[in-house]
């Protein structure tokens, strides 16, 4: 167990709708990554926070933003559902230390678009 | 092409057997390399985790990296049942940016 834990963890919507996906990092961490994998894939990364602020941020269009609070969990947002956003969702916790590049990941959302 | 090239299989081996998984990359800026195992539906569970050249040694696990020729290695010894997954293998290039790059995954099949 890696001490991170996600909700919910499935669930199902409808195209153009909205969701909220919600992560818990492991204690101690202060720095929270979002990846999204398609089925048969590998996680492709969407962004990541450190200290409340986005980090860094891959090829994933507006639509998907994110918040991080001060005791470290996080939000990934998704507006306007398309077929293709269904996947699992993953967070990943880490500390920003360093050189240090350990993730520890939970254990993911299945989100389900139709 | 992709960054991180990983066979996807399935690898099918007798438990007991030594088990190599591999990954190739194009981007010389890597220089942290990570191994994952994902069992189906889980998220993915960090196995090893090295940076730059070299190899590592974890129990029956061991990682190596050949920066020369762009190529990482996951060895398994004494395969058993329980190592069936897929498994992942991801790298990094910036410091203070934690963006992980990860191969397709090899889903691995050992059998009793």
Redesign the interface.
């Known amino acids: 167990e890696t001490g991170v834990t996600q909700s919910p963890t499935h669930l199902i919507k409808t195209r153009g709708q909205q969701v909220t996906l919600r992560c818990s990092s492991q204690s101690g961490h202060n720095t929270v990554s979002w990846y999204q994998q398609a089925l048969g894939q590998g996680p492709q990364f969407i962004f990541q926070y450190y200290r409340e602020e986005e980090n860094g941020r891959g090829n994933f269009p507006p639509r998907f933003s994110g918040l991080q609070f001060p005791n470290y969990s996080s939000e990934l947002n998704v507006n306007a559902l398309e077929l293709d956003d269904s996947a699992l969702y993953l967070c990943a916790s880490s500390l920003r230390q360093g050189s240090t590049y350990e993730q520890y990941f939970g254990p993911g959302t299945r989100l389900t678009v139709t | 092409q992709k960054e991180?090239e990983?066979d996807?299989g399935p690898l099918s081996v007798p438990e007991g057997a030594i088990v190599s998984l591999n990954c190739t990359y194009s981007n010389s800026a890597f220089q942290?390399f990570?191994w994952?195992r994902q069992y189906s539906?889980?998220?993915?569970?960090?196995l090893m985790?090295t940076?730059s050249s070299g190899n590592k040694e974890d129990g029956r696990f061991t990682a190596q990296v050949d920066k020369s020729s762009k190529y990482i290695s996951l060895f398994i010894r004494d395969s058993q049942p329980s190592d069936s997954a897929t498994y992942?293998c991801?790298m990094?290039a910036q410091?203070?940016?934690?963006?992980?790059?990860?191969?397709?995954?090899t889903r691995l099949l050992v059998s009793p």
């Open positions: 991180v990983q996807p942290y990570m994952y539906r889980k998220g993915p569970e960090l985790y940076y992942l991801a990094s410091r203070g940016f934690q963006k992980l790059v990860f191969g397709t995954g």
